[in-house]
DNA sequence: TTTAGACTATTTGTATGAATTAGTCGAAAA
DNA sequence: TTTTCGACTAATTCATACAAATAGTCTAAA
């Protein structure tokens, strides 16, 4: 299910397509609620009705881009069957999708780095999806007896430190440009922490 | 070996003590040389014979608490055997130093919030050093038949991954005070990322 | 070799007014 | 009733100029 509300409504989406597109271009405060409506053809007042503040719009568009990322991994995950496969694929493709995302909306990374607070509404929301994945990919390892007993509480423990992890090395690949690390570390580093809890 | 040069001189240490005490209370920006040189009675010339600039004092500082630290660490893993005791000291006892460091330099925090190049230099050697000790705690581990055969490429991987890891939550500790791990749990991270190259 | 104290150049802070811009509102269009 | 417009306001940001603070230098002396 998605997280976003919804954005069946076509002027919503045409609001978020047309803010993407600015935000991308412009970052965020650069764009203004009036570059908006103009790049869609409408008035602020439009804007307003349907969005209550520009960081509403601008969280819109953060969810619709973790929205997208996270089909894109469900989907890999489908495709593969054992629980330590389909962590891999979670821990990589989540952790290159963030740097990904860092490369497109670059201007907007420097306001990040200063406004850090823009993220944390939509920060909470997909670390609380990312942590159900996991027990859930824990869930699965234990009952294909691919990982090792463990109670709730303990698998709840692992998928509170995996998530805080991935978190943390989230904000390092998307702030900081130096941090150059292959799909395939990511994948050795990800391989090595399900280690931990297999059979 | 410590990293920082040669604090031996006693004027040196009279300097950093001085400028330690100023930072903890004022930050950084807020201390001035003048402080400094008057916390010490001597004159801002004193403190340019000894350090090239401002920045120059702050790292040695900084590398002071850090070689702090360091020794803390050194000396708990002393009194343990095994490869992976000795992973969970290092791991929590200095992600556990973060957070400590945080608070006792708590104004200070929010500078680094704002120039995290401050601790760019400082940071990096303490990122090679910790390497370097994770390396060893695997070789140990590899002699000790704790740890499965790796080759040096892997056993180099892996000492790179977790390092980052360690870093970046590192750096979320220390910025975000609403993180609030336990040492249990911290150890309990320690012990899962262990286990995933445990013979 | 080390220190003091005066000196400079740069950075930082502040005050003020102008310009932008997020957000509101009542009326009109659909 | 739902949606849009354009004028409006209040708050924030920006530009400018001026004042104060401060990092770093230099010369002479201890």
Redesign the pocket.
Known sequence: MSVSQNIK?P?REEILRGATELFERYGF??????DI?RQI??????L???Y????EIFEAVVLQEIDKQRMEASAAMKKVETAPEKFRILFTSLLAGVKEKANKFSLFRAEVYENPFLLNNTMKLRDSYVEEQLRDILILGISRQEVKMMNSSEIGLWAKMVNLTMRSLGSKLFLEDDWNISKEQLAFLADTLFQGVAR
């Open positions: 409504d002027i405060k650069k764009t203004t609620m009036e409506a053809g409408k008035s602020k007042s439009a307003y009705y349907y209550k503040t520009k960081e």
